[in-house]
């Protein structure tokens, strides 16, 4: 309660300096009148204007009026199949499957067409947890942009028979003189396909596969390999550390397997009257991550200190344990107290390491095997099947290429042209071979100098499979014919192979011959397929790991490189991370994605270089200014409290040149900068290139102005008392006056609950309300107008001084109040409250006055300021007929000039209700669930009946940490928060 | 001295009045397709569409096949004037075959009419005989195959020359299209004539003067604006409300034989009524389940069946013409109204087993479905989900209430609907 928040680092210091006009928050001098006076001046219409267009539009509307109605024909099927009902939304399950991105999903399809990601509950992976570029991922199927169409050679179109007889012929003729054909793939984790491509280097004897990844965890293979003899990637168990210990790894966004990590971190650290304890999070980063922003104690420090500090805790630690140290430095911080602790949670306290370094990753190891972490905390028994390739093949065959020594090569789902740092060098290799050939599904930069195109399918169209986990094995299904004349890579090397068969039968046959002898359930091989699609994931016991016979020699190999990267410490350091949106930059032409607000920044359609106030100072950078960074990338300046001092963190993804009218030129290629393959290094060279970036940022226009919106205690106080922080909700529940009778909701009486402690603002539910109710996207002009759409968006206030600032996330949405202050002002009626709690709002009623939107308190409404969703200066996803496929029939597309916001998901609801209401019985509670609670990975979002006393949000509405958004104003919102309780160390 | 300014007055005072005339004739003239029927016209436009390039086919083709006929072989095309005056003559009955007098067109009409007619209409078998390279009209009616087809060309008998001839009419009717179909010409005639009346009345008023009383002039110019009032008021209400709907449907389709004579169930074809919000239209292969043994029907022979088979052969479903339409923004769910409302489907689709040719009956309005949301009682008692409701069960044990109505339990709500 006694915290400050804040939300930007201008209203910080407006609120320092007591300044009253926060006006002026988001950098504007003038006065609003000023503005007014300007814009009427520039005007050109005038009253004379309007009375024409009254005039033109009585006449028209007459004229209109007459018009007849349009004939509207109804086709039936010619052949109905008997699974496929029109109207009737089915699922069907499949893997969402991008580099090291996996997620067991299942997908929605309405009429033959996919419209919805949802989590696949039966995962043990993600549980039914998704990602933001998950739920986006349907979009990018209907990309008619960016997608290849036909088959490509030197950018004309031709047939796929004329392409296979050329390049059989081709390989055939390398592979007879001995010529080298290079395959280039990342780390592929379908088994199928990996014993396909070995079937294919039998059938081509010049093949090769080279695996090289965007984001590289060989790292962390590496130094199991060395510490302990075992080439694994363990699995992380976030769910049972007390302690968790983070050096610049962002395992809530993007490291590993995030989706699992958010949901098992976020399970330890949900408290209940019944469970009062939760884990302590601390975090060493040098970029403000949302990892970071979860932490309980969240340490700021370049790159080069943050591993100077893990180099002490390690040598603090091996004290402790009586080893051996490496050799530490004495650093700024109280390593001894932590490694003590560390020792104290013997089994419960996890280490890690975001480093793709594999010395570095041997330092986090070797503390884990110290406080006995393996076995407990991380699992060897289910190793992670990602990170399989190192940078040293990829190396070669690129000066190979370059020396003429390789005759053909093929890059399926890489494009080094982008994401490896000698770009130059990877072209000119590229343009030295005599076949260059890339399966790319969408436009990309490596594709664009290849010879041939042979598109491979969208992942909604391919048949597949994937284990992620050792043992966890999912597949994927089409769910709709292939849009285009694409063909799936793994059919093209069939086809190229000789073979008959396709794809979806070897697959099947070796899912049969190989996995059925695995499981015990299924006996017949037809059903073990089909119940394998219909469940889309088959996880079989693990056998018990490989012995990890700990070599501490090991680790005195290191101590020469570890030094050498900490001398290597410059005044200026920069890090650069996948992005929480675009990852890798894969899909950065899906414009859901882009406009994607970055949690912790809220700006979207860019990247940026963070740097702290204290180091703009410093460095004289002011916001906005653009910087060319080591000659390379250019990007402009954003001041974020938090970044370390003496640092700059770019995200990446962005900066694409030939992606799609969406991704291109949007930032700038932070890959450029990664020379070392580390993430990190030194800013040798920066200059201002003159002319100032205006970001397009949705938040400046919010502030708390002085309110408890955030409310946010310690586990300690919570421990003494659950109401800790939370006081003022009882002194506001006693003060209840109403001249109004009490609202009585007879049936349902719908509410949603938020656990702060749970949420770690991954963004998530933003997306998937954005693909559930047909949000539009509306590009970065409107963006920097102010006009954001999001029916659901992640609020974030920082508390404490600004280099090292503590942040909350809270998700908001409408609040659905009781009271609501919309309903009455609205001079139409179009937005009421219904019998059920819900404020609905009518889009045909609204003409648009946005009374409403003044009278929100809590800003959730929106306004259709102009044809979001038709017009092409907007959006280019739903403007063509093939875009418009990925909008859900049950929601209406709305019109220019009404207002829309949250409905709670009520054609969800009413499905459900009317399910119940068909099979005569009770509406079972979590039979509904909204967009955002579906697909949040932490679970933090309950929805659920009020009027239901067995139900959990009925029972966490009464929990003490339960607060609503500015009770006082008595709105009495459908919506709780459960108070943010962290965990520090005293 | 004091005319003047009085014939002044009353100059700009009937401007008002007459500017409206002429504004209303102007809606009139953009406003009366409306009173036709527009499906109709619309497909006739389509169908003369594809003529066009249908003639331009015949053209070519009589182009490419101009080698020179012999009487024994049967050669499409190349037909003279003759033969089509001819042709036209035979058709409607004028002149008589040599096997006798037959009046083709009192069957087969060779205009559009809103009658139902059962038979193929001429453009039908033109288009038949055009799609179809070894159909021979001769053969057809020598010997006919079907109940039907016998009874009715009984003892026809058509030389090759007749056929020549009937063809070169049929190219003639392709060419010319199915015709349009003019509806409502009452109500058309009104409103022209009045419009009519009212210009005459404003010339009279303002510049002829032949009539000296004033009094007809301003009872013509009231009414006819009444009426073209009601007329406009009527029209805009009804906007995007088809009631009474019933176009022409490319199969001459009749619920009365199927559902009423034949009295299959509803769900039998329209099978996902009740698990869907869509009742569905059925797909051809439903269709075949009953006309792969049933090839002719006792009305319309074996014409409109074949259409069902000719789909499978071609490929293309059959284009139904839609009648019921709900605005985009309003979600109705079939599944729901049929299981848990236990509405029979008369109730809003109106007594289809009567009709031959599917009308919509009921307006489909909003306040339609909220006057039914309001008196229509729910299935409170028998159906587990309301348990929900605990003071309203209370208070029909109680007595207080005995049934409770949709509307009271959030049947109004906007959301019911609309979202």
């Known amino acids: 309660m006694e915290k400050k928040y804040w939300k930007s680092l201008n209203e910080l210091q407006i609120t320092e300096q007591q300044q009253a006009d926060l006006h002026a928050e988001d950098g504007q001098d003038r006065s609003m009148v000023e503005i007014l006076a300007d814009e009427a001046n520039n005007k050109s219409s005038s009253r004379r204007d309007f009375l024409k267009w009254c005039g033109i539009s009585f006449v028209s509307a007459t004229v209109l009026s007459a018009c007849e109605n349009p004939v509207k024909k109804a086709i039936p099927y010619l052949n109905q199949p008997e699974t496929l009902v029109p109207g009737k939304a089915s699922y069907y399950a499949s893997t ?91 780390t592929l984790l379908s088994p199928s396909s990996k014993a396909l491509i070995e079937e294919f280097k039998s059938t081509f004897a010049g093949v090769e596969v080279i695996a090289w990844d965007a984001i590289p965890y060989h790292g962390l293979r590496k130094a199991h390999e060395n510490l302990f003899g075992n080439a694994i990637i363990p699995d992380y168990r976030f769910d049972k550390a007390e302690l968790i210990v983070g050096f610049g790894c962002d395992f809530l966004a993007t490291w590993l397997s995030p989706v699992e990590f958010a949901g098992h971190y976020a399970e330890r650290r949900r408290l209940s009257q019944e469970k009062p304890e939760m884990s302590r999070h601390i975090q060493f980063e040098s970029m403000l991550s949302l990892t970071g922003a979860s932490a309980d104690e969240r340490v700021p420090v370049k790159p080069t200190e943050e591993l100077k500090i893990l180099l002490a805790l390690h040598d603090q630690v091996a004290a402790l344990a009586g080893q051996a140290g490496i050799g530490a430095a004495s650093v700024d911080y109280d390593v001894e107290s932590l490694a003590r602790q560390l020792m104290e949670n013997q089994g419960k306290a996890l280490v890690v390491s975001g480093s793709s370094q594999a010395e570095v990753q041997m330092l986090a190891a070797a503390i884990n095997q110290m406080c006995g972490a393996y076995g407990t905390t991380i699992e060897t028994t289910t190793p992670l099947m990602i990170g399989m390739a190192g940078d040293n093949a990829f190396d070669n065959l690129l000066n190979d290429m ?231 990338t250019r990007v402009p300046v954003l001041i974020q409290p938090g970044v370390a001092a003496g640092c700059m963190s770019i995200a990446l993804g962005y900066g694409r040149t030939h992606a799609g009218i969406s991704a291109d030129e949007r930032g700038g290629n932070a890959f450029l900068l990664n020379t070392n393959r580390l993430f990190s290094g030194e800013v040798s060279n920066w200059e201002k290139v003159g002319g100032k970036h205006e970001f397009a940022r949705t938040q400046t226009h919010f502030s708390m102005e002085g309110r408890a919106i955030v409310r946010e205690s310690t586990l300690d106080k919570y421990q003494q008392d659950p109401a800790a922080g939370n006081e003022l909700h009882k002194y506001h529940e006693k003060h209840k ?68 600032p503590g942040v909350v996330f809270q998700p908001l949405m409408c609040q659905h109040c009781d009271h609501a202050p919309c309903e009455n002002v609205c001079p139409v009626a ?130 003490p940490r339960n607060y609503h958004l500015l009770e006082e104003l008595h709105t009495l919102p459908s919506v709780g928060y459960l108070t943010k309780i962290r965990n520090p160390r005293t | 001295m004091h005319t003047k300014p009085i014939a002044g007055r009353m100059r700009t005072g009937a401007l008002l009045p007459g500017l409206f005339v002429l504004l209303f004739i102007m809606i009139g003239w953009f406003h009366m397709p409306l009173f036709s029927q527009d499906a109709l016209a619309l497909e006739a436009e389509e169908v003369i569409a594809a003529t066009d390039s249908l003639t331009e086919d015949i053209k070519g083709k009589v182009e490419t096949e101009a080698a020179p006929e012999t009487e024994q072989v049967y050669t499409r095309g190349n037909y003279s004037k003759q033969d089509l005056r001819r042709g036209e003559r035979l058709f409607k009955g004028l002149v008589p075959f040599g096997s006798g007098p037959h009046d083709c067109a009192s069957c087969h009409y060779p205009t559009r009419t809103d009658t139902l007619n059962w038979n193929p209409s001429a453009f039908d078998l033109a288009k038949l005989w055009y799609d179809n390279e070894d159909y021979r009209i001769a053969e057809k009616l020598n010997s006919p195959a079907g109940m039907r087809m016998m009874n009715d060309h009984q003892g026809m008998s058509i030389t090759p020359d007749e056929e020549r001839q009937l063809e070169a009419y049929y190219t003639e009717v392709l060419k010319k299209g199915p015709g349009e179909l003019q509806a409502y010409p009452i109500r058309a005639f009104i409103f022209w004539g009045l419009g009519l009346l009212m210009l005459l009345a404003l010339i009279d008023l303002l510049i002829t003067k032949k009539i000296k009383f004033r009094v007809p002039h301003v009872l013509i110019l009231i009414i006819g604006l009444v009426v073209h009032m009601q007329f406009a008021v009527a029209e805009s209400r009804n906007l995007g409300r088809t009631q009474g709907y019933a176009p022409d449907q490319p199969i001459k389709f009749s619920h009365l ?104 009956v009921e307006d489909l309005s909003m306040g339609w479905c909220l006057t039914c949301h309001r008196d229509n009682d729910v299935d409170f008692l028998d159906n587990p989900y309301f348990q929900i409701y605990k003071q309203l069960h209370q208070d029909i044990k109680d007595g207080k209430i005995d049934a409770v109505k949709a509307a009271r339990i959030g049947g109004e709500d906007c959301m019911r609907c609309h979202y």
């Open chain 1, 96 to 186: 969402y499957l991008n580099g090291n991105e996996y997620c067991p999903v299942l997908v929605k399809s309405r009429d033959g067409r996919p419209i919805k990601i949802e989590g696949n509950t039966l995962s043990g992976i993600t549980k039914g947890g998704t990602s933001a570029r998950v739920q986006a991922s349907v979009l990018s199927l209907y990309d008619t942009g960016a997608r290849y169409k036909t088959a490509l050679k030197n950018g004309e179109e031709t047939e796929w028979a004329e392409v296979d007889t050329n390049i059989v012929e081709k390989l055939k003729e390398i592979s007879d003189r001995g010529g080298r054909i290079a395959l280039v793939t990342p």
């Open chain 1, 402 to 632: 370059n020396q003429g020594n390789v005759d053909a090569v093929m890059f399926y789902h890489t494009n080094p042209v982008y994401h490896h740092a000698a770009t130059e060098k990877v072209i000119s290799g590229i343009e030295k071979t005599t076949l260059s050939i890339s399966f790319a599904s969408t436009k990309d930069e490596t594709a664009k100098v290849c010879q041939y195109i042979l598109p491979d399918h969208h992942y909604l169209e391919s048949w597949g499979d994937a284990e992620f986990k050792s043992g966890h094995y999912s597949l994927l299904q089409p769910l709709i014919q292939p849009l285009f004349k694409t063909r799936q890579f793994q059919d093209t090397l069939l086809a190229w192979m000789g073979k008959d068969s396709d794809f979806h039968a070897y697959l099947k046959n070796r899912w049969q011959n190989n996995l059925m002898p695995l499981q015990s359930e299924f006996n017949e091989a037809e059903i073990f397929w089909i119940k394998s699609l219909q469940a889309g994931v088959l996880e079989i016991q693990p056998n018990r790991g490989q012995a990890m016979n700990f070599n501490p020699a090991a680790l005195s190999e290191i101590a020469g490189k570890i030094n050498n990267r900490i001398a290597s410490a410059a005044e200026l350091e920069f890090v650069i991370y996948p992005s929480l949106s675009l990852a890798d930059g894969h899909d950065a032409n899906n414009p859901w994605l882009q406009e994607l607000p970055d949690p912790i920044t809220s700006v979207c359609w860019d990247n940026f270089a963070a740097v702290s106030p204290a180091t703009a100072t410093s460095l004289g950078l002011a916001e906005g200014d653009l910087i060319r960074i080591n000659e390379k």
């Open chain 1, 737 to 804: 006056t109403t001249l109004y009778p009490a609202q009585e909701f007879e049936g349902h009486h719908w509410a949603l609950m938020v656990d702060l402690n749970a949420c770690t603002g991954c963004s998530t539910c933003v997306i998937a309300c954005q693909s559930e109710n047909n949000i539009p996207v509306i590009g970065k002009d409107q963006v920097r107008r102010r006009r954001i759409m999001h029916w659901m968006r992640i609020d974030r206030y920082y508390t404490g001084e600004a280099e090292n």
């Open chain 1, 830 to 959: 179009a937005t009421t409250h219904s019998q059920e709690g819900i404020n609905q709002i009518t889009y045909n009623r609204c003409v648009g006055t946005k009374y409403c939107i003044n009278n929100c308190p809590y800003k959730v409404r929106r306004f259709n300021w102009y044809e979001f969703a038709t017009k092409e200066e907007f959006n280019t996803h739903t403007t063509t007929d093939l875009g418009r496929m990925v909008l859900n029939p049950d929601v209406t597309v709305r019109e220019r000039g009404v207002v829309e916001k949250c409905s709670f998901c009520v054609q969800r609801i009413q499905e459900a209700k009317l399910t119940a209401k068909n099979e005569r019985r009770l509406l079972n509670d979590g039979e509904v669930k909204p967009a955002c609670a579906q697909a949040c990975p932490s679970n933090a979002l309950v929805f659920g009946d009020l009027n239901d006393p067995e139900s959990k949000v009925s029972k966490l509405i009464k929990d």
């Open chain 2, 257 to 360: 034989i199927h559902a009423g004579e034949n009295e299959i169930d509803c769900n039998y074809c329209h099978t996902i009524s009740g698990i869907s919000l869509s009742a569905g239209i059925p797909s051809n292969n439903t269709c075949l389940n009953c006309h792969n043994v049933i090839r002719e029907g006792t009305n319309s022979g074996r014409f409109e069946i074949n259409k069902i088979h000719q789909a499978v052969e071609t490929g293309e479903p059959i284009r139904w013409i839609r009648i019921h339409k709900l605005p985009d923004h309003s979600f109705f769910s079939h599944a729901q109204h049929i299981n848990a409302g236990k509405l029979e489907c008369q109730e809003c689709h109106g007594p289809v087993e009567e009709m031959h040719l599917l009308r919509q």
